[in-house]
């Protein structure tokens, strides 16, 4: 946890300059009011403040039970994680070209075969059967308008 | 006698089929969120809400509160059959009720639950009806500088309560109020962290931050292994605890609504609170406090009272004042500004109506939900029997579904997945989500105020403190800090002390 803590107070930090930087381009302050740099500045100081501070208490605290703790699940069930993050990028990616019904199907065809080990044809079937069912709601009933792939739909 | 008028008159907005039928399939849907572990009911909630768009507010409101409440009914199904909570709330039911299900007693267990259920969040919906009314005519005096200071003490509120590290609970609060800083400025309306992208020039929808670091995030947890779930089967003649139980747990009943009500109209408490609280008040009023853990119903009765109770409590500073009181309800917030409501004290002016119908609809609500959760508790407690691999990726679909709703743009969904990686880290990194959350939503509240107050006071700051509700607001800020730092001090130099010895 402290390792994490630490990581975590350096993307503050990194967050804080951003913030700050950002606010450098707009104004401070108008005649009576905040300007649009405003917030952003202060949001930049706050965290910073607060960011170092995380990192100067990890640094000098004394390890606890919650510190030994391993944060992140073991390797196996990172890949898994992992791997539904990949296809959930790869739909948002696929999408224009091979159209809302059939990328979500494949979306969900493949989890249910590599992750969870269902036979190929139960994951086409169930693949099918939930963009069949969501497709039928909100794009025939609701008319949501999501992108048609080379198939038409 | 005006509240029960009003009441009356919302009862008659709602007592419509649709309006019946939309609490009915919120109850139905919370009922399910509570009872399969891996999901909870704010971010089924954040799911559905993108869903809703375009409808009637009442309707879908109705079913987003209703689905709410339901998860707290639900949830303590999964905790007495199978010893794995279905929501955070429900995980202190799960030490009295795995060991009565265990001695033959399941049926005892979900029947007092969902009693307790169902009369604290009548009581509940009463009192919130009472004090949430009388709070937003109260609040109709505020000004910008009180709603600034109320905002700034909303948000403080729920990182001192709810927050297990303060620290990191300010980071994230901190960070949510520079995210709802992108977008076009309110002062001169000037592009802020926008590089150019278009989508960005309207903010961070508030629904696709929800549905990262709540709904996905939280699917990819469990998704982490491969999760089946047996449940102990139960019959239905079985559901009904007897009579002698039911009396013998009515004042656990009502020390449950006080807790959970009551604690629960303070920011950032939440039901998981409220029924751990309860359950600690359970014991010490108990004449056999070391029977706790064995299988004692006052145990359940108390604690799932109380997370009902809470969910009534966490409405009061929403409807009333506009400040969420939990996560659950911040989403609530949201989807109210979203279908183009004014939350807050106003809410009972301009939209009293609809107040009132949800209001009333809660009374329907926990009745669709008592029938659901005693005689139809078996037919639910099978669907835990479903592989939760095969639910996942059909939650990602919606949420994917959802992302792409709010702007009918793909470039939703990518953002959606940078949220939901985000919060899965902050999840492992024990980083809350929820005042993140939180300040998106009241941060453009917070710097509007804070511009109009200033602009009525010619740039001077003294207006926050010349004005009495506000500088009493910043008092009790003032003052939480302090007790809050103090304690903070105190707890570092009695663990130094220790690691000495």
């Not at chain 2, 108390?302 to 969420?324: D, H, K, R, T, Y």
Request: glycine share 12%; net charge neutral.
């Amino acid at each position: 946890m402290k390792k994490a803590d630490r990581i975590f107070g350096v993307i503050g930090l990194g967050l804080a300059l951003w913030s700050y930087l950002e606010s450098t381009r707009l104004q401070y302050m108008t005649e009576f009011t905040p300007g649009p740099g405003f917030f952003p500045f202060w949001v930049g100081v706050v965290l910073a403040l607060l960011s170092i501070y995380l990192i100067i208490d990890t640094t000098i605290r004394k390890p606890s039970e919650k510190d030994n703790k391993k944060i992140l699940p073991a390797r196996h069930m990172l890949y898994r994680v992992g791997f539904i993050m990949l296809m959930l990028v790869i739909v948002r990616y696929t999408m224009p070209f091979l159209g809302f019904p059939l990328t979500l199907t494949l979306f969900a065809a493949v989890i249910l075969l590599l992750l969870e080990h269902y036979s190929i044809l139960r994951s086409v079937v169930y693949g099918i059967a939930y963009a069949g069912v969501t497709w039928f709601i909100f794009e025939y009933m609701l008319s949501m308008g999501f992108p048609k792939g080379f198939l038409g739909i | 006698m005006d509240v029960i008028t009003n009441l009356l008159g919302g009862f008659s907005t709602c007592l419509t089929l649709p309006n019946i039928g939309m609490a009915a399939l919120g109850a139905f849907l919370g009922t399910m969120v509570g009872i399969l572990p891996g999901l909870g009911p704010s971010a089924t909630m954040a799911i559905i809400l993108p869903i809703t768009f375009g409808m009637d507010p009442t309707p879908a409101v109705i079913m987003l509160c209703s689905l709410y409440y339901g998860a707290m009914y639900g949830g303590s199904t999964t905790s007495i059959l199978v010893n794995v909570p279905g929501e955070s709330s429900s995980v202190v039911t799960a030490i009295e009720g795995y060991q009565l299900a265990r001695q033959g007693k399941a049926g005892t267990a979900l029947g007092l639950s969902a009693i307790g259920s169902f009369f604290a969040g009548i009581l509940g919906t009463i009192s919130l009806a009472f004090l949430a009314s009388n709070l937003a005519e109260y609040s109709l005096k505020f000004g910008p500088a009180e709603m600034f200071s109320l905002v700034l003490m909303g948000m403080f509120t729920i990182i001192y309560v709810g927050g297990k590290d303060i620290t990191k609970s300010l980071m994230s609060m901190v960070i949510g109020l520079g995210l709802g800083t992108v977008g076009t400025d309110i002062v001169q309306g000037q592009p802020r962290f926008t590089y150019g992208v278009s989508e960005l020039l309207d903010g961070i929808d508030f629904v696709i931050l929800v549905m990262g670091t709540f709904g996905i995030a939280e699917v990819l947890e469990s998704a982490e292994e491969y999760m089946k779930i047996v449940p102990m089967k139960v019959r239905l003649r079985e559901l009904f605890p007897s009579l002698a139980d039911i009396w013998y747990c009515r004042w656990a009943i009502l020390r449950g609504y006080f807790v959970g009500f009551f604690i629960c109209c303070v920011p950032g408490s939440g039901p998981t609170i409220a029924s751990f609280l309860s359950y600690g008040v359970e014991k010490s009023v108990s004449k056999h406090p070391e029977k706790f853990g064995t299988g004692v119903i006052e145990g359940i009765a108390g604690p799932e009272s109380s997370n009902n109770a809470a969910v009534s409590g966490a409405m009061v500073p929403m409807f009333a004042l506009g400040i969420p009181g939990s996560g659950a309800t911040a989403v609530l917030l949201g989807g109210l500004i979203m279908y183009g409501l004014k939350p807050g004290p106003m809410l009972f002016v301009d939209n009293a109506d609809f107040v009132w119908a949800v209001m009333a609809s809660m009374f329907i609500g926990n009745i669709i939900l008592i029938i659901m959760n005693l005689p139809l508790v078996p037919a639910f407690a099978s669907l835990l029997r479903i592989p939760y691999g095969l639910i996942y990726p059909a939650i990602l679909i919606i949420c994917i579904v959802g992302a792409f709703a709010v702007a009918s743009g793909l470039f939703e969904v990518g953002l959606m997945l940078v949220f939901a990686v985000c919060g899965y880290f902050m999840k492992k990194g024990g980083v809350p989500a929820a005042p993140m959350l939180m300040a998106l939503i009241m941060g453009p509240m917070m710097e509007r105020s804070l511009y109009q107050a200033l602009n009525l006071s010619h740039g001077s700051m003294l207006v926050f403190i010349q004005r009495p509700i506000s500088a009493t607001l910043l008092s009790v800020i003032v003052l939480m800090s302090l007790y809050v730092g103090i304690r903070a001090i105190m707890g570092k130099k009695a663990a130094v002390e220790e690691a000495e010895e």
